[in-house]
């Protein structure tokens, strides 16, 4: 079973355990092969199945940004994309997820109908009961062949699964504050993010998660593709940040495990300061904050 690193606002009993029902996630760091799908699949079930006997309770599991066919050579990525409900890689980890009763969340390009070369850099989030939810990367990288390959989108669904709301995000969504804010101004409070972030960038990957988790007092779950490969360098394994964004995950090799406790968003933002909701006195303009009550108003 992992050690969990906790933030002090975290509710414990006397033997140090949450005092409410708490359910474990696994973060997958892996190198999958490019344009081998079939075999990506089987390695990332391997893991799957590795982080199940290393701790029991795992009940989320997250992958690489396009773990199906690698994020490498993209330009070649639209002869994997398949479709996000009927594809081989819908049908495998849902099959995984039922067997094994958890949620995985992964990367994959997703193909659209009438579009030969028209694909979105995807991620499912399926559970025992098939896809919970799909989402479409919002934010393409301009350094890479990413923004002339995909299609951006334009949805960012939020849905409850395992007693917690849950969001989607693709690597460089994490770069933004404003995405996570909107993911937890529509309820989420746990943010999965499949991502191939990469080298030299790999303390800006890990202070964006934690960044992402303060910002909106929301659980933050990213794992990385890692690998030397002819474009890039992915050398940053992901971890989980709690909302407090502090790191509430332990390494066990490639994989990342730590714990989820549903009530601890509501805890922290009620501990620390609502950062969603704001202060219904308070009036933004320009980047500064201005009392609506006269009375709050003193010289300086």
């Given at each position: 079973m992992?050690?969990?690193?906790?933030?002090?606002?975290?509710?414990?009993d006397?033997v140090?355990?949450?005092?409410?029902?708490?359910?474990?996630?696994?973060?997958?760091?892996?190198?999958?092969?490019p344009?081998d799908?079939a075999?990506?699949?089987?390695?990332a079930?391997?893991a799957?199945r590795e982080?199940?006997?290393?701790?029991?309770?795992?009940?989320?599991?997250?992958?690489?940004?396009?773990i199906?066919c690698?994020?490498?050579?993209?330009?070649?990525?639209y002869?994997?994309?398949?479709?996000?409900?009927?594809?081989?890689?819908?049908?495998?980890?849902?099959?995984?997820a039922r067997?094994?009763?958890?949620?995985i969340?992964?990367g994959f390009?997703e193909?659209v109908?009438?579009?030969?070369?028209g694909?979105?850099?995807?991620?499912?989030?399926?559970?025992p009961?098939?896809?919970?939810?799909?989402?479409?990367k919002?934010n393409l990288?301009?350094?890479?062949?990413?923004?002339?390959?995909?299609?951006?989108?334009t949805e960012?669904?939020v849905?409850?699964?395992?007693?917690?709301?849950?969001a989607?995000?693709v690597?460089?969504?994490?770069?933004f504050?404003?995405?996570?804010?909107?993911?937890?101004m529509s309820g989420a409070?746990l943010?999965?993010?499949?991502?191939?972030?990469?080298?030299?960038?790999?303390?800006?990957?890990?202070?964006?998660?934690?960044?992402?988790?303060l910002d909106?007092g929301?659980?933050?779950?990213?794992a990385?593709?890692?690998?030397?490969?002819?474009?890039a360098?992915?050398?940053?394994?992901?971890?989980?940040?709690?909302?407090?964004g502090?790191?509430?995950?332990?390494s066990f090799?490639t994989?990342s495990?730590?714990i989820?406790?549903p009530?601890?968003?509501?805890?922290w933002?009620?501990?620390?300061?609502n950062?969603?909701?704001?202060?219904?006195n308070?009036?933004?303009i320009g980047?500064?904050?201005?009392?609506?009550d006269?009375?709050?108003?003193?010289?300086?």
């Amino acid at each position: 079973m992992a050690q969990v690193i906790e933030g002090d606002f975290h509710t414990v009993d006397h033997v140090g355990t949450p005092e409410h029902e708490t359910s474990s996630i696994a973060c997958l760091n892996l190198r999958p092969t490019p344009g081998d799908a079939a075999g990506n699949l089987m390695m990332a079930e391997r893991a799957i199945r590795e982080a199940v006997r290393e701790s029991p309770s795992v009940a989320w599991i997250v992958l690489p940004e396009l773990i199906t066919c690698g994020y490498s050579n993209l330009k070649s990525v639209y002869r994997y994309a398949e479709d996000a409900h009927s594809g081989v890689s819908a049908r495998f980890f849902t099959g995984l997820a039922r067997d094994l009763d958890l949620h995985i969340a992964y990367g994959f390009p997703e193909s659209v109908p009438g579009m030969e070369k028209g694909v979105y850099d995807s991620a499912n989030l399926v559970g025992p009961e098939g896809i919970a939810a799909t989402y479409r990367k919002w934010n393409l990288v301009r350094t890479t062949a990413e923004y002339w390959v995909f299609m951006a989108g334009t949805e960012l669904p939020v849905v409850e699964a395992q007693g917690m709301l849950v969001a989607l995000a693709v690597c460089w969504d994490l770069g933004f504050p404003e995405f996570s804010r909107e993911a937890a101004m529509s309820g989420a409070d746990l943010i999965l993010a499949p991502a191939a972030w990469r080298s030299p960038w790999k303390s800006q990957y890990d202070l964006s998660c934690a960044a992402r988790a303060l910002d909106s007092g929301v659980y933050v779950a990213s794992a990385n593709q890692l690998g030397d490969y002819p474009e890039a360098r992915f050398d940053a394994p992901g971890h989980v940040h709690g909302p407090d964004g502090v790191r509430v995950s332990q390494s066990f090799g490639t994989i990342s495990i730590g714990i989820l406790e549903p009530e601890a968003p509501a805890r922290w933002r009620a501990i620390y300061g609502n950062t969603i909701a704001g202060d219904d006195n308070l009036t933004v303009i320009g980047g500064d904050a201005y009392s609506n009550d006269a009375s709050a108003v003193s010289s300086s």
